[in-house]
C-alpha cells in the first residue's frame, strides 16, 4: 500500500523558514517524480514543487521561485521542502504527492503570522 | 497558465440522483504528442484529494463505475451516475499538458 506522511508544519513568522518531510513506503520512491502541492485556506489547489526521480530536475512556479528548494533523499524514501522568505501566503495545507498526482499524503499545515 | 473554470461551484443532489460537473480550459489540453492529460479528484471532508479519473476517462483503481469522464480539447465532464453519500466532497478537474500543471477551483457536491 502506497503511504506518504509528511511532517514539519507549524506556525512561522513571516520572513522565516521551515523544512518540510515527506515519508514514503509502498512504492519504489526512487523510480517516481515526485511534487508538493498546497491547498490554501480558500481551498485553492496550486503545484508548488517538482522534483524527478533521481533529483536532478526540479520545477517551481513563480510563486515560489527563488524561495522553495524540492530535494530527495531515495536511500531514505524522504521527499523534502526547504521554504525560506516565508510570507503570509504561503499560509496553507501542504501535501506531497507522487508526480502523477496519483496518491497523496494527509497534508501538514504551515501558517505564517507574526 | 492555463485556467482550469470549473461549474457550477455549488452542486446540491438527491441520493440516487445523476449529477455532472464541468470543466473547462483556457487551451487545449491536447499536447503535441497527441495526449491529454486530464484528472478528476474528490475531495472528502478532513481528507485529501483522492484519484479518480485520469486521461479524460480512465478510472483509478478501485474507483466504482458510477463515476466516468468525457470530453475533448478544452470542455471535459465528470458524471455521477446515481450519487451515495459517500461521494460527498469537493471535486477538482486537474491538467496535466501544459506547465505549470493547474487545478481548477473546485465543485463542491451537497446534499439537497
Known amino acids: 500500500e502506497v503511504q506518504l506522511v509528511e511532517s514539519g508544519g507549524g506556525l512561522v513568522q513571516p520572513g522565516g523558514s521551515l523544512k518540510l518531510s515527506c515519508a514514503a513506503s509502498?512504492?519504489?520512491?526512487?523510480?517516481?517524480?515526485m511534487s508538493w502541492v498546497r491547498q490554501t485556506p480558500d481551498k485553492r489547489l496550486e503545484l508548488v514543487a517538482t522534483?524527478?526521480?533521481?533529483?536532478?530536475?526540479?520545477y517551481y512556479p513563480d510563486s515560489v521561485k527563488g524561495r522553495f528548494t524540492i530535494s530527495r533523499d531515495n536511500a531514505k524514501n524522504t521527499l523534502y521542502l526547504q521554504m525560506s522568505s516565508l510570507k503570509s501566503e504561503d499560509t496553507a495545507m501542504y501535501y506531497c504527492?507522487?508526480?502523477?498526482?496519483?496518491?497523496w499524503g494527509q497534508g501538514t499545515t504551515l501558517t505564517v503570522s507574526s | 497558465d492555463v485556467v482550469m473554470t470549473q461549474t457550477p461551484l455549488s452542486l446540491p443532489v438527491s441520493l440516487g440522483d445523476q449529477a455532472s460537473i464541468s470543466c473547462r480550459s483556457s487551451?487545449?489540453?491536447?499536447?503535441?504528442?497527441?495526449?491529454?492529460?486530464l484528472n478528476w479528484y474528490l475531495q472528502k471532508p478532513g481528507q485529501s484529494p483522492q484519484l479518480l479519473i485520469y486521461?479524460?476517462?480512465n478510472r483509478f483503481s478501485g474507483v466504482p463505475d458510477r463515476f466516468s469522464g468525457s470530453g475533448s480539447g478544452t470542455d471535459f465532464t465528470l458524471k455521477i451516475s446515481r450519487v451515495e453519500a459517500e461521494d460527498l466532497g469537493v471535486y477538482y478537474c486537474?491538467?496535466?499538458?501544459?506547465?505549470?500543471?493547474?487545478f481548477g477551483g473546485g465543485t463542491k457536491l451537497e446534499i439537497k
Open positions: 504527492a507522487t508526480d502523477g498526482f496519483d496518491y
Open positions: 509502498g512504492f519504489t520512491f526512487s523510480s517516481y517524480g
Open positions: 522534483i524527478n526521480s533521481n533529483g536532478g530536475s526540479t
Open positions: 487551451q487545449s489540453l491536447e499536447n503535441s504528442n497527441g495526449n491529454t492529460y
Open positions: 486521461g479524460i476517462s
Open positions: 486537474f491538467q496535466g499538458s501544459h506547465v505549470p500543471r493547474t
